[in-house]
């Protein structure tokens, strides 16, 4: 269960492995955790790196025993991080290592013998429910991020639904979602209320054009849309239309550079004109205007108080700040030649 790290050459001659083959149950313990502060997340304390203890490939999925052990697997494909959580029923290879993160010493986990499969190394689950994966591709290299609702899931960081985004080299481009400030690989969150946001982070160290592309989206009900807005254009995309957005990046550029929209139908009161979008995100109330029209905006609490009022700048993503505490609110636009009326949540 030990993981290594190794660096073969042909001159070296053929890797031999000796003695009896491990079967039956594996229990890997003493798992550590120095983190001196342990309310401090996303940092490199508490990860080990194991190995597949088989001469076979073995199941994560959620027969694996974990006591103080986050969910997720993180495997190095050779340039970056890719986590799997055990409801994606992945296969790690004979001789693959893994990343897992103990959230405080004394941790382990156990592999159970019936998790042994013997097949080529793939994907072992058939399809996820409300799963939206990300891919980034650029200089011959890809990375993905998974966003993910679930009725059980919370908008804070959960160790059994989420797993942190590990950064590979810097040459590969990397895709994550942002909650808290906390960089994910996989963010599982609770169904949406109103038309709120989820902040998507991109980072690179080459200058280039990139592309993402969105997967899962038939996993989502039939009437789910979903916008990709970038937040150096200005420009939104939505994906159901057209699932390849296709941008150029600096190593400079701001990491938080896009905002995922997920506007299932019948959520907010009926859009008039689709050129004019509302959403939220934290305490911001975002009103996008793609068309040449001045507008007004007028944002209300539930009670029909006006809390806030503004001047909504044609063609451009407008961000309006708002200090009134949590709930929902309604925001309306009222511009040359249309008006759209959207509610959204303020956390």
Same mark, same amino acid.
């Given at each position: 269960?030990?993981?290594?790290? #190794? =660096?073969?050459?042909?001159?070296?001659? /053929?890797?031999?492995?000796?003695? $009896?083959?491990?079967?039956?149950?594996?229990?890997?313990?003493?798992?550590?955790?120095?983190?001196?502060?342990?309310?401090?997340?996303?940092?490199?304390?508490?990860?080990?790196?194991?190995?597949?203890?088989?001469?076979?490939?073995?199941?994560?999925?959620?027969? !694996?025993?974990?006591?103080?052990? /986050?969910?997720? =697997?993180?495997?190095?494909?050779?340039?970056?991080?890719?986590?799997?959580? $055990?409801? /994606?029923?992945?296969?790690?290879?004979?001789?693959?290592?893994?990343?897992?993160?103990?959230?405080?010493?004394?941790?382990? !986990? %156990?592999?159970?013998?019936?998790?042994?499969?013997?097949?080529?190394?793939?994907?072992?689950?058939?399809?996820?429910?409300? *799963?939206? &994966?990300?891919? #980034?591709?650029? +200089?011959?290299?890809?990375?993905?991020?998974?966003?993910?609702?679930?009725?059980?899931?919370?908008?804070?960081?959960?160790?059994?639904?989420?797993?942190?985004?590990?950064?590979?080299?810097?040459?590969?481009?990397? !895709?994550?979602?942002?909650?808290?400030?906390?960089?994910?690989? !996989? &963010?599982?969150? $609770?169904? $949406?209320?109103?038309?709120?946001?989820?902040?998507?982070?991109?980072? %690179?160290? #080459?200058?280039?054009?990139?592309?993402? %592309?969105?997967?899962?989206?038939?996993?989502? &009900?039939?009437?789910?849309?979903?916008?990709?807005?970038?937040?150096?254009?200005?420009?939104?995309?939505?994906? &159901?239309?057209?699932?390849?957005?296709?941008?150029?990046?600096?190593?400079?550029?701001?990491?938080?550079?896009?905002?995922?929209?997920?506007?299932? *139908?019948?959520?907010?009161?009926?859009?008039?004109?689709?050129?004019?979008?509302?959403?939220?995100?934290?305490?911001? *109330?975002?009103?996008?205007?793609?068309?040449?029209?001045?507008?007004?905006?007028?944002?209300? /609490?539930?009670?029909?108080?006006?809390?806030?009022?503004?001047?909504?700048?044609?063609?451009?993503?407008?961000?309006?700040?708002?200090?009134?505490?949590?709930?929902?609110?309604?925001?309306?636009?009222?511009?040359? +030649?249309?008006?759209?009326?959207?509610?959204?949540?303020?956390?």
């Amino acid at each position: 269960g030990r993981g290594y790290s #190794v =660096a073969a050459f042909p001159s070296f001659g /053929d890797a031999v492995f000796t003695g $009896p083959f491990n079967c039956g149950n594996i229990t890997i313990g003493n798992l550590t955790n120095s983190n001196p502060n342990p309310g401090v997340l996303n940092n490199y304390y508490g990860y080990h790196l194991l190995g597949n203890p088989y001469p076979s490939g073995f199941k994560w999925d959620g027969a !694996i025993s974990r006591t103080n052990v /986050d969910a997720a =697997a993180y495997l190095w494909n050779g340039t970056t991080y890719i986590a799997k959580l $055990p409801s /994606d029923n992945y296969e790690i290879e004979a001789q693959q290592g893994f990343f897992v993160n103990a959230t405080q010493s004394g941790a382990s !986990i %156990t592999i159970p013998n019936g998790n042994r499969v013997h097949s080529s190394g793939s994907f072992l689950k058939s399809s996820l429910q409300n *799963v939206l &994966n990300l891919t #980034v591709n650029g +200089n011959n290299l890809s990375d993905e991020t998974s966003i993910r609702f679930s009725n059980d899931a919370s908008n804070s960081y959960d160790g059994e639904m989420d797993a942190y985004k590990l950064f590979g080299v810097s040459y590969c481009p990397q !895709i994550f979602s942002i909650i808290s400030d906390i960089n994910l690989s !996989i &963010n599982t969150m $609770p169904e $949406p209320a109103g038309q709120a946001i989820i902040p998507v982070g991109f980072k %690179t160290g #080459v200058t280039g054009t990139f592309t993402i %592309t969105a997967s899962g989206l038939e996993s989502f &009900n039939t009437g789910s849309d979903f916008y990709l807005t970038d937040l150096i254009t200005g420009q939104s995309q939505n994906l &159901n239309l057209n699932p390849v957005y296709t941008f150029t990046a600096y190593p400079a550029n701001p990491e938080h550079r896009f905002n995922l929209h997920f506007a299932p *139908v019948g959520v907010g009161e009926k859009k008039v004109d689709q050129r004019v979008r509302v959403y939220s995100n934290e305490q911001s *109330v975002y009103v996008d205007v793609q068309s040449e029209q001045m507008g007004t905006v007028k944002i209300f /609490d539930i009670m029909g108080k006006e809390v806030g009022s503004f001047t909504a700048t044609p063609n451009s993503l407008n961000k309006f700040d708002l200090s009134n505490g949590q709930g929902y609110y309604l925001v309306k636009f009222v511009g040359e +030649n249309t008006s759209v009326s959207t509610k959204v949540f303020i956390r």
